[in-house]
C-alpha cells in the first residue's frame, strides 16, 4: 500500500483550532514539560493536524499547542495529514492516540546513565532541566543499569511496571525474572514488591525464606514481622493464609536441621538463647496443633457439615 503524501511546514498557532477531545487527556504537568522543551532547544516538536478549508484541526501534539500558547509562541512546526473527512482525522487522531511514544523509564535511565558516563553532564544539571527529585533520577538509572534484560522486556511490554521494576533491580540478577514473573502472577502491588525485595535481600543466608518469596510470596509477606503485614492478607481465606505459613515453617524447619548438623560446639553455645526461644516456640505450635487436630474428628466431611 502506498505511503500518502503529507506536507510538513510551519504554522502559525492561530491558525491550529484546539482539539476539544484531545483536551480532555492533555495534562498541565505535559504542557509545562513541552513549555521547557520550547525554551531550552525551540519549537522542535511537530504537531499532526488535518486540513479543512483555511484552518488547521490538531490531530496530535495538544500539549504543545498549549505550551506555544501560554509561552508567547507564535508558530509551531506541523505535520499536515492529507486526508479529507471529520471521521477519518477522528480515527487518525485515535490511532496515534493509541500508540506508545518512544522512550519512558527505560530510555529514560538509559540516557542519564549515558550523560552521566560518557559525556559529563552532572546529575544536579539534569535534575534542573527535568524538574525532577534525586531519588527519581536513581530509580531511573537502577532500571537501566540494575534490570536483566529478560525483566526490561516486561517492562517495554508492560507486564511489569516501572515502579515495580525499581523494586526488582535491588535483586541479583539470577533472581529478577523468577520475582517479576510471581510479582504478575499473584498481583503483588509495588509496596507489598520493595517489602518482599528488602527481605530477600537481608536474608543473605536464609535460602528457604528466598526460595518461598519466589515460589509463594503471598506466604512469605504473611510471614513477615508485626508492623510489616501486606495490605493483601485480608483478601486471603484463612485456610490459604495457614497452608503458606505451613510450607513456610516446613522449609525454614529443613534449613534449621541442617545447620544445626553442621554446626559445631562454639557456634551453639553463641545461638544458645535463641535455640532456647526456638524449642519453647515449637513446643507452644505442638500443642496447638494437637488442639487443632482434636477439633476434627476423623470422620467428619470436609465441608464441616454434620456427618
Not at 224 to 246: D, M, Q, Y
Request: glycine share 10%; hydrophobic share 45%.
Amino acid at each position: 500500500m502506498a505511503s500518502k503524501v503529507n506536507k510538513a511546514c510551519t504554522l502559525k498557532v492561530g491558525q491550529i483550532e484546539k482539539n476539544p477531545i484531545l483536551a480532555m487527556g492533555t495534562s498541565e504537568r505535559d504542557v509545562k514539560k513541552y513549555g521547557r522543551v520550547a525554551k531550552a532547544y525551540g519549537n522542535v516538536a511537530p504537531a499532526i493536524v488535518g486540513h479543512d478549508g483555511f484552518s488547521y484541526r490538531m490531530l496530535a501534539g495538544q500539549a504543545r499547542l498549549e505550551a506555544c500558547v501560554q509561552n508567547g509562541i507564535r508558530e509551531m512546526p506541523a505535520i499536515v495529514a492529507e486526508i479529507s473527512g471529520e471521521a477519518e482525522q477522528m480515527k487518525l487522531a485515535l490511532l496515534l492516540s493509541t500508540i506508545r511514544e518512544e522512550g519512558g523509564p527505560l530510555s529514560e535511565g538509559a540516557f542519564i546513565n549515558a550523560l552521566t558516563t560518557h559525556y559529563g553532564v552532572t546529575r544536579r544539571e539534569l535534575m534542573g532541566l527535568l524538574k525532577k527529585s534525586k531519588s527519581w533520577m536513581s530509580k531511573r538509572q537502577a532500571l537501566d543499569a540494575k534490570l536483566t534484560e529478560a525483566v526490561k522486556g516486561m517492562v517495554k511490554d508492560g507486564t511489569v511496571c516501572a515502579r515495580t521494576a525499581v523494586e526488582v533491580a535491588k535483586l541479583p540478577d539470577h533472581a529478577q525474572a523468577a520475582f517479576a514473573s510471581v510479582i504478575v502472577r499473584d498481583s503483588i502491588n509495588k509496596t507489598d514488591a520493595g517489602r518482599l525485595a528488602s527481605l530477600y535481600v537481608l536474608e543473605n543466608d536464609g535460602s528457604a525464606i528466598r526460595e518461598t518469596i519466589l515460589a509463594s510470596p503471598l506466604a512469605a509477606l504473611d510471614a513477615c514481622p508485626a508492623g510489616h503485614a501486606s495490605r493483601r492478607k485480608e483478601k486471603r481465606g484463612l485456610a490459604e493464609r495457614i497452608a503458606g505459613n505451613a510450607g513456610f515453617l516446613i522449609r525454614l524447619a529443613g534449613e534449621i536441621k541442617g545447620l544445626l548438623a553442621k554446626a559445631d560446639a562454639q557456634s551453639l553455645i553463641m545461638a544458645n538463647d535463641h535455640l532456647r526461644a526456638l524449642h519453647t516456640a515449637v513446643a507452644d505450635l505442638d500443642a496447638s496443633l494437637y488442639a487443632a487436630a482434636a477439633r476434627v474428628s476423623p470422620g467428619k466431611p470436609k465441608g464441616g457439615g454434620a456427618p
